[in-house]
Each structure stands twice: as structure tokens, then as C-alpha cells.
């Protein structure tokens, strides 16, 4: 075991060939053994921070070590498994035969095959070619290609895609299962529900960059400001520039803001100096969803 | 090492497009090395076409099959090169081996010494098909079954080996480059019918071309086999496989191959060691 962390990384960027920047300075601490939830939107880069983190895409600035090694080196892949995106496999070959080149790759002895696809509930259709697998046997088999090396690390990225309900469930059985075993699980996903039911502690991030991290009881004890106000756009606007203000997010004709609640009297005192009417000025508690659909909010109006 | 390359044969031996390409080029081979000089020249009215079914006998038989390795079998070999590399990027594949721990390059290594192997049988097969046409063409002539050395038959067999392995490592190349399969190929085969084989043509007529033409594939690629007595039959009628010079010498061509693959690779090598995979 290398230190506290399973994964650390500090201010890693990424910045994609046409200047879209993909992962704004994130810093975040995955400790060993831990469950962590990887939170955000669709497009929000937790994709593109898993690539990273596997070497399967060079930062633009920042570093990572995963397992106490560079991303993407030897000796840390030899101890993760991951599942990034959609499961790519061979498609005119067998489950099976997928999982034996991967093994042939890894070094894995061929008998951990039959374990893993019975694991995943695909023995039965182990000797099917990949092409003819629903989205959600294809996803079953990523979670085998994961577990095949028998990893101390697991990086499951957004795990119950396609799965049905029984199959998500089924799915968040093993990752709780996992976990408890000692290994380390770093989930993405944008469902609260498969955070909040298997995760220790949770990240989530917004167009790259890391917003709220902590476990679930911290996040659902942060407290936000919800405003009411005439001009809502000058007054969004006004909160935006005080220090300390994290996010401002403006939902059915309420500013909600996120940031350092000690903010919240200098809010106040430059909305009323700027003479905007104020109907609602109160602090809330808000639950993970509602960070996350605050955020998700967000993203829409932005779009 | 090893388990690597195994499962990496077995990408390739299990994929049906691997066995078409062989087939489609076994039988294009045998079409244009034998059946169509044979059924074009077999009256032997003039002495040229006496000459041509001279060609067809058992004794010229690895020149016969070697003739079709720099044109028309390097076009598979591209195919199969772009296909085993380029595929894994339109799947996806590449992002699931990556994540297995070898490294990049002794994947990529894996991939190319598998791709080597699976040529083998594009080989092979064409020389035992020729094999047999010559024998039953020179029964139809009557004629005495007599064979070129086992050095000779050694000497083509190796020679037309290292050309597709040039060729597939140029597809390789194109692949790792384009990231896909579609433009490769398209790239891959303008580049041997157009770029090559036009300014191949041309060079007997503009000299400034020929020390240009002299380092192409195919021009190494038919000097190599060009002692074999290979340039009489396949590469001398009308067709983009035509070719009539400038040659190199034998070493000079096998060196030149040589660094063909060598930089092919390598530039593939750096691209998938350097980029993002997605």
C-alpha cells in the first residue's frame, strides 16, 4: 500500500486539441478501501478524468499517482480494473473468448474466467459472440473484464448503463460487495441513487472542475442560500461577484448559492445597496440530489 | 510475451474478414499467374505465347507465384494490416486492452509479430496453389515435371514474405495514423495504384522520376524477386500490377524493405504510444 491514497491527483487539467477544456485543476483523494463516488452530469469530464487517471489520456497540466504510480504505467494497471464508457469488446468473438485475449494480455490465468462470468451472471452466455448481447450482458461483461486481474482497484465508469432495475440493483449488490472486500471503487455516475447507496464518500464536478466533496452525510449537510429577488439576472449577477460564493445556480426563479456561508450577509448587503427588491433571503439544507439536479439545472440553462 | 502474441492470433485467425482476404487473394492469384495466361496463350501460335506457357511449367513456378506478392497481394496485406490495427480503434478495443497493464508497445509488439504470423498462410498457400496449377498445366502441355531447388522455392517463399510483411506494416502505419479502418485502406490503395504505379509508369519516360521510383515498395518489392525470373509472366501484360523497372539490386531491395517496416512501425509505434485513446 502506497500512503492514505488509492488515487491522488493535484490541479490535473485536461485541455482537448480544440481548446475545450475537459478537466478545469481538479484535485481529489481517493483513500484506499473506500467506495468513492465520481458525481456530475453528462459531459461534466469524469470520463475523461478516469482516462487519465488509466493513462489512457496524457494531462495538460497537473499530476495524478494511482496505487502510488504514474497513470497509465505497468505497475498500476496490473492492479486496476476498469470499465470506462460503453464495454468495447471484439464482436465476432465469444464473451469468453473476449475475456481470454484480455487475460492472454494481463497475464491472468485462464481459469479466472469461468469465476468472473459467473460473478457477472454471463456463464451461460459466455460462449455467445459479443455482437449478439443486450446493452446490458455487454455491460456485465465490462464489469468481468474489471474484475478479471482480481484488482485492488476498480474504476467503473457509469456501471448500470442499460442494466434494468433488477440489473442495477444486482449491480450495486456486487460494487457494495466489492468494496466491502477492501478493495478500492472509484464510481462515476450521474445517478444519485447508485451514489447514495453504495458510496463512502462522493466527488462531483461541474465542467471539470471538483465543486463538493466529502461523504454523503457531510454533502447533505451543506448548507445553501436560496434568494428571491427583482432583477433575478442583476441579482444572480451581484451574488456571482462576492467572495467566497462557489456556485450560483438560478432554478424556477430562485438563485440558489453554494459557497462559504459566511457569505451570506455581504449577499445581502450589496443587494440591497444596489437597490434589488428582495422577496427571499434563507438558508436551506440541501440533500445530495438537490446539489446535483442544481448542477444538472445548470448545465441545462447553460446549454 | 508469448500469451500476448497467442491471443492476439487468435483476434485474427477468429475474424472472418482474415479468411477472406486470404481467400479472395489465393483465388485472384490463381487467376492471374495461371488460369488467364493459360487460357489466353495455350493455343501457342506465336512464339511469345509459347514463351508464356513456358512460364506456367513446374520449374518457374516460385518466380510465377512470387510475381504476385508486390502489387496485387501487397493490396491485401495493406487491408489485413489496416484491418488489425484500425479495428481497434472503430470498436473501441484499444481503450479495453490499454487498461490491462503490458504497456502500449508490447501490445502493439504483440499485434505486429501476430500480424507477421498471419501472413504465413498468404503466403504459403498461394506457392502450394501454384504448385499445383503448374503441375496440372504441364500435364495438359505434356510436358516433364521438373522443379526449381528447394533453395529457390526457400528463396521466393522468404522474399514474398518479407513483401507483404513491408506492405502490412504500411497499413499498420496508416491505420495508427487515420485511427479507423475506412480511410486507411482508401489511402492505402490510391497510394499503390496511383502514387506508385503511375509515377512507375512515367519513369521510363521522365528520368527525373527514377531515382523517386527507385526507393517506392514496389520497385524494391519486384527487384527482390526479379532473380527468381518473376518479371517474365505475372508483372509484364497491361494492368496496374505492371512493371517494367527501374530495379535495384537484390540487397539494396532487401535493405530497403527492411527499413520500410522498421520505419512503418515506428511511426505507428509513437502514435499509439504518444496519443490519447478514446
Redesign the interface.
Same mark, same amino acid.
Given at each position: 500500500m502506497h500512503g492514505l491514497n488509492a488515487i491522488e491527483t493535484h490541479n490535473l487539467t485536461k485541455r482537448f486539441a480544440d481548446g475545450t477544456l475537459g478537466v478545469n485543476d481538479l484535485s481529489l483523494q481517493v483513500r484506499h478501501g473506500e467506495v468513492y463516488g465520481f458525481l456530475g452530469p453528462n459531459g461534466s469530464g469524469k470520463t475523461t478524468t478516469l !482516462?487519465m487517471l %488509466?493513462?489512457?489520456?496524457?494531462p495538460s497540466n497537473g499530476n495524478a499517482t494511482v496505487l502510488g504510480a504514474t497513470p497509465?504505467s505497468?505497475e498500476s %494497471?496490473?492492479r486496476?480494473g476498469?470499465m470506462?464508457?460503453?464495454?468495447?469488446?471484439?464482436?465476432?468473438?465469444s464473451g469468453r473468448?473476449n475475456l !481470454?485475449?484480455?487475460?492472454?494480455?494481463?497475464?491472468v490465468d485462464e481459469r479466472r474466467i469461468a469465476e468472473v462470468l459467473t460473478t457477472v451472471d454471463l456463464a451461460s452466455r459466455g460462449s455467445d459472440r459479443f455482437q449478439t448481447y443486450s446493452l446490458g450482458m455487454k455491460q456485465r461483461l465490462g464489469v468481468a473484464?474489471a474484475l478479471l486481474?482480481d484488482p485492488e482497484l476498480l474504476i467503473l465508469d457509469e456501471p448500470t448503463n442499460g442494466l434494468d432495475p433488477a440489473g442495477m440493483a444486482e449491480m450495486r449488490d456486487l460494487i457494495r460487495t466489492l468494496g466491502q472486500e477492501g478493495r478500492t471503487v472509484l464510481l462515476s455516475s450521474h445517478l444519485m441513487g447508485e451514489i447514495e447507496q453504495v458510496c463512502d464518500r462522493v466527488g462531483v464536478i461541474r465542467r471539470g472542475q471538483l465543486v463538493a466533496e466529502g461523504t454523503i452525510d457531510e454533502l447533505r449537510d451543506r448548507d445553501r442560500l436560496l434568494v428571491r429577488a427583482e432583477p433575478i439576472e442583476q441579482a444572480r449577477r451581484l451574488i456571482a461577484s462576492v467572495a467566497g460564493v462557489e456556485d450560483v445556480t438560478v432554478v424556477r426563479g430562485e438563485i440558489h448559492v453554494d459557497g462559504d456561508p459566511a457569505a451570506a450577509s455581504e449577499i445581502a448587503r450589496v443587494l440591497v445597496q444596489a437597490n434589488v427588491r428582495l422577496y427571499e433571503f434563507r438558508v436551506e439544507r440541501a440533500s445530495l440530489e438537490d446539489i446535483f439536479l442544481a448542477l444538472t439545472r445548470e448545465e441545462e440553462i447553460a446549454a | 510475451m508469448t500469451s500476448s502474441i497467442r491471443v492476439e492470433l487468435l483476434v485474427l485467425r477468429k475474424r472472418m474478414a482474415t479468411w477472406i482476404l486470404l481467400g479472395v487473394w489465393v483465388i485472384l492469384a490463381t487467376i492471374f499467374a495461371y488460369i488467364v495466361p493459360y487460357m489466353l496463350n495455350r493455343s501457342g501460335a506465336t512464339p511469345q505465347e509459347t514463351e508464356l506457357i513456358r512460364q506456367l511449367m513446374p520449374d518457374r513456378f516460385a518466380g510465377n507465384v512470387s510475381s504476385g506478392f508486390p502489387f496485387y497481394g501487397g493490396a491485401f496485406a495493406i487491408m489485413l494490416g489496416v484491418l488489425a490495427i484500425g479495428s481497434d480503434y472503430t470498436w473501441g478495443t484499444l481503450k479495453t486492452l490499454f487498461t490491462q497493464g503490458p504497456g502500449r508497445l508490447r501490445i502493439f509488439a504483440s499485434k505486429i509479430i501476430a500480424i507477421a504470423i498471419t501472413l504465413i498462410p498468404f503466403v504459403l498457400v498461394p506457392f502450394i496453389i501454384g504448385a499445383t496449377s503448374s503441375a496440372i498445366v504441364a500435364s495438359l502441355e505434356g510436358n516433364a515435371m521438373s522443379w526449381p531447388s528447394i533453395a529457390t522455392i526457400g528463396q521466393a517463399i522468404l522474399s514474398s514474405w518479407v513483401i507483404m510483411l513491408a506492405w502490412a506494416a504500411f497499413g499498420v502505419a496508416l491505420a495508427a495514423l487515420t485511427r479507423g479502418t475506412s480511410l486507411a485502406i482508401g489511402v492505402g490503395i490510391l497510394y499503390t495504384l496511383a502514387l506508385e504505379g503511375l509515377l512507375s509508369a512515367l519513369a521510363g519516360s521522365v528520368n527525373l522520376l527514377e531515382p523517386l521510383v527507385k526507393i517506392f515498395v514496389r520497385t524494391n518489392a519486384y527487384s527482390l524477386i526479379e532473380p527468381l525470373g518473376a518479371m517474365n509472366a505475372g508483372s509484364a501484360g497491361d494492368g496496374p500490377g505492371r512493371f517494367t523497372g527501374p530495379f535495384v539490386s537484390t540487397t539494396q531491395a532487401l535493405i530497403m524493405l527492411g527499413v520500410y517496416v522498421v520505419v512503418f512501425v515506428g511511426i505507428s509505434a509513437v502514435a499509439l504510444r504518444r496519443r490519447d485513446v478514446g
Amino acid at each position: 500500500m502506497h500512503g492514505l491514497n488509492a488515487i491522488e491527483t493535484h490541479n490535473l487539467t485536461k485541455r482537448f486539441a480544440d481548446g475545450t477544456l475537459g478537466v478545469n485543476d481538479l484535485s481529489l483523494q481517493v483513500r484506499h478501501g473506500e467506495v468513492y463516488g465520481f458525481l456530475g452530469p453528462n459531459g461534466s469530464g469524469k470520463t475523461t478524468t478516469l !482516462r487519465m487517471l %488509466l493513462g489512457l489520456a496524457m494531462p495538460s497540466n497537473g499530476n495524478a499517482t494511482v496505487l502510488g504510480a504514474t497513470p497509465g504505467s505497468t505497475e498500476s %494497471l496490473a492492479r486496476i480494473g476498469a470499465m470506462i464508457e460503453t464495454p468495447a469488446f471484439y464482436p465476432y468473438l465469444s464473451g469468453r473468448d473476449n475475456l !481470454r485475449v484480455l487475460a492472454g494480455h494481463a497475464g491472468v490465468d485462464e481459469r479466472r474466467i469461468a469465476e468472473v462470468l459467473t460473478t457477472v451472471d454471463l456463464a451461460s452466455r459466455g460462449s455467445d459472440r459479443f455482437q449478439t448481447y443486450s446493452l446490458g450482458m455487454k455491460q456485465r461483461l465490462g464489469v468481468a473484464a474489471a474484475l478479471l486481474k482480481d484488482p485492488e482497484l476498480l474504476i467503473l465508469d457509469e456501471p448500470t448503463n442499460g442494466l434494468d432495475p433488477a440489473g442495477m440493483a444486482e449491480m450495486r449488490d456486487l460494487i457494495r460487495t466489492l468494496g466491502q472486500e477492501g478493495r478500492t471503487v472509484l464510481l462515476s455516475s450521474h445517478l444519485m441513487g447508485e451514489i447514495e447507496q453504495v458510496c463512502d464518500r462522493v466527488g462531483v464536478i461541474r465542467r471539470g472542475q471538483l465543486v463538493a466533496e466529502g461523504t454523503i452525510d457531510e454533502l447533505r449537510d451543506r448548507d445553501r442560500l436560496l434568494v428571491r429577488a427583482e432583477p433575478i439576472e442583476q441579482a444572480r449577477r451581484l451574488i456571482a461577484s462576492v467572495a467566497g460564493v462557489e456556485d450560483v445556480t438560478v432554478v424556477r426563479g430562485e438563485i440558489h448559492v453554494d459557497g462559504d456561508p459566511a457569505a451570506a450577509s455581504e449577499i445581502a448587503r450589496v443587494l440591497v445597496q444596489a437597490n434589488v427588491r428582495l422577496y427571499e433571503f434563507r438558508v436551506e439544507r440541501a440533500s445530495l440530489e438537490d446539489i446535483f439536479l442544481a448542477l444538472t439545472r445548470e448545465e441545462e440553462i447553460a446549454a | 510475451m508469448t500469451s500476448s502474441i497467442r491471443v492476439e492470433l487468435l483476434v485474427l485467425r477468429k475474424r472472418m474478414a482474415t479468411w477472406i482476404l486470404l481467400g479472395v487473394w489465393v483465388i485472384l492469384a490463381t487467376i492471374f499467374a495461371y488460369i488467364v495466361p493459360y487460357m489466353l496463350n495455350r493455343s501457342g501460335a506465336t512464339p511469345q505465347e509459347t514463351e508464356l506457357i513456358r512460364q506456367l511449367m513446374p520449374d518457374r513456378f516460385a518466380g510465377n507465384v512470387s510475381s504476385g506478392f508486390p502489387f496485387y497481394g501487397g493490396a491485401f496485406a495493406i487491408m489485413l494490416g489496416v484491418l488489425a490495427i484500425g479495428s481497434d480503434y472503430t470498436w473501441g478495443t484499444l481503450k479495453t486492452l490499454f487498461t490491462q497493464g503490458p504497456g502500449r508497445l508490447r501490445i502493439f509488439a504483440s499485434k505486429i509479430i501476430a500480424i507477421a504470423i498471419t501472413l504465413i498462410p498468404f503466403v504459403l498457400v498461394p506457392f502450394i496453389i501454384g504448385a499445383t496449377s503448374s503441375a496440372i498445366v504441364a500435364s495438359l502441355e505434356g510436358n516433364a515435371m521438373s522443379w526449381p531447388s528447394i533453395a529457390t522455392i526457400g528463396q521466393a517463399i522468404l522474399s514474398s514474405w518479407v513483401i507483404m510483411l513491408a506492405w502490412a506494416a504500411f497499413g499498420v502505419a496508416l491505420a495508427a495514423l487515420t485511427r479507423g479502418t475506412s480511410l486507411a485502406i482508401g489511402v492505402g490503395i490510391l497510394y499503390t495504384l496511383a502514387l506508385e504505379g503511375l509515377l512507375s509508369a512515367l519513369a521510363g519516360s521522365v528520368n527525373l522520376l527514377e531515382p523517386l521510383v527507385k526507393i517506392f515498395v514496389r520497385t524494391n518489392a519486384y527487384s527482390l524477386i526479379e532473380p527468381l525470373g518473376a518479371m517474365n509472366a505475372g508483372s509484364a501484360g497491361d494492368g496496374p500490377g505492371r512493371f517494367t523497372g527501374p530495379f535495384v539490386s537484390t540487397t539494396q531491395a532487401l535493405i530497403m524493405l527492411g527499413v520500410y517496416v522498421v520505419v512503418f512501425v515506428g511511426i505507428s509505434a509513437v502514435a499509439l504510444r504518444r496519443r490519447d485513446v478514446g
